[in-house]
C-alpha cells in the first residue's frame, strides 16, 4: 500500500518535470529577452544622449554665427555712418569756405565803393565855395551868360575836368551847393557808381 502511493507520487513528479523544464526554460527565455530590451533601452537613452550633445551643439554653432552676423552688420552699419559723417564734415567745410570767400569778396568791394566815396567827398570839398555875405543882384545874375555843364566818365583826368568846371562854375555864378549838385549830375558811367553808397540828402 505504501509502495503504491509513493509510486503515485514519483509519477506523479515525473509528470511535473516537464513541466516545470518548460517553465523554467520560458522564464531564462523571459529573462533573457528583458535583458535584451533593457540594452536596447540602454542603446537607445545613449543614442538619445548623443543627439542630445549634437543638437546642443548645433545650437552653440548657430548662436555664435548668429553673434559673428550681428557683429559683422554693427560693424559695417557703423563704417557706413562714419562715411557719411564725413562727408557732411567736409560737404559742411566747403560750404563754410565759399561763404567765408563771398564775405571776403562782398567786404572788398565794400572797401572799393568806400575809397571811391572819399574820393568824391574830397573833390566836392574841394570844389565847394562858400557863399558870399552880400548876395547878387538879380540883374547882375541875369546878366551873366550861362556856360553848358560839363561831364565827367573818367576818359578825360581829374585836373583837366576840375580846371574846366572851376571856370564853368565862375561863369555861371553857382554857389557852393549848386556847385556841388552840378558835380554829381556831371558824374557819368563807372564815375557815377560811387553815388550809390552816399545818402541822398548829402
Given at each position: 500500500?505504501v509502495?503504491?502511493?509513493?509510486?503515485?507520487?514519483?509519477?506523479?513528479?515525473?509528470?511535473?518535470?516537464?513541466?516545470?523544464?518548460?517553465?523554467?526554460?520560458?522564464?531564462?527565455?523571459?529573462?533573457?529577452?528583458?535583458?535584451?530590451g533593457?540594452?536596447?533601452?540602454k542603446?537607445?537613452?545613449?543614442?538619445?544622449?548623443?543627439?542630445?550633445?549634437?543638437?546642443?551643439?548645433?545650437?552653440?554653432?548657430?548662436?555664435?554665427?548668429?553673434?559673428?552676423?550681428?557683429?559683422?552688420?554693427?560693424?559695417?552699419?557703423?563704417?557706413?555712418?562714419?562715411i557719411?559723417?564725413?562727408?557732411?564734415?567736409?560737404?559742411?567745410?566747403?560750404?563754410?569756405?565759399?561763404?567765408?570767400?563771398?564775405?571776403?569778396?562782398a567786404?572788398?568791394?565794400?572797401?572799393?565803393?568806400?575809397?571811391?566815396?572819399?574820393?568824391?567827398?574830397?573833390?566836392?570839398?574841394?570844389?565847394?565855395?562858400?557863399?558870399?555875405?552880400?548876395?547878387?543882384?538879380?540883374?547882375?545874375?541875369y546878366?551873366?551868360?550861362?556856360?553848358?555843364?560839363?561831364t565827367?566818365?573818367?576818359?578825360?583826368?581829374?585836373?583837366?575836368?576840375?580846371?574846366?568846371?572851376?571856370?564853368?562854375?565862375?561863369?555861371?555864378?553857382?554857389?557852393?551847393?549848386?556847385?556841388?549838385?552840378?558835380?554829381?549830375?556831371?558824374l557819368q558811367?563807372?564815375?557815377?557808381?560811387?553815388?550809390?553808397?552816399?545818402p541822398?540828402?548829402?
Amino acid at each position: 500500500m505504501v509502495n503504491t502511493r509513493s509510486q503515485t507520487k514519483m509519477a506523479e513528479n515525473s509528470d511535473l518535470l516537464p513541466l516545470l523544464a518548460e517553465m523554467k526554460k520560458s522564464m531564462e527565455k523571459g529573462q533573457e529577452e528583458m535583458e535584451k530590451g533593457q540594452e536596447k533601452m540602454k542603446k537607445g537613452q545613449e543614442e538619445i544622449n548623443k543627439r542630445h550633445e549634437e543638437m546642443k551643439k548645433e545650437l552653440e554653432m548657430g548662436q555664435e554665427e548668429m553673434k559673428n552676423l550681428i557683429r559683422a552688420e554693427k560693424e559695417e552699419m557703423t563704417a557706413h555712418v562714419e562715411i557719411q559723417v564725413e562727408e557732411m564734415k567736409e560737404h559742411v567745410n566747403r560750404s563754410i569756405g565759399k561763404v567765408e570767400e563771398d564775405v571776403q569778396g562782398a567786404k572788398t568791394e565794400i572797401d572799393e565803393v568806400q575809397g571811391k566815396i572819399s574820393v568824391l567827398e574830397q573833390r566836392i570839398s574841394d570844389l565847394e565855395i562858400r557863399p558870399n555875405n552880400i548876395p547878387a543882384s538879380p540883374e547882375l545874375m541875369y546878366s551873366r551868360p550861362i556856360v553848358k555843364s560839363l561831364t565827367f566818365d573818367g576818359q578825360t583826368s581829374w585836373t583837366v575836368f576840375k580846371t574846366q568846371f572851376d571856370v564853368v562854375s565862375s561863369t555861371n555864378g553857382w554857389t557852393g551847393p549848386v556847385k556841388a549838385s552840378q558835380l554829381v549830375a556831371s558824374l557819368q558811367g563807372t564815375e557815377a557808381e560811387v553815388l550809390q553808397g552816399i545818402p541822398a540828402e548829402k
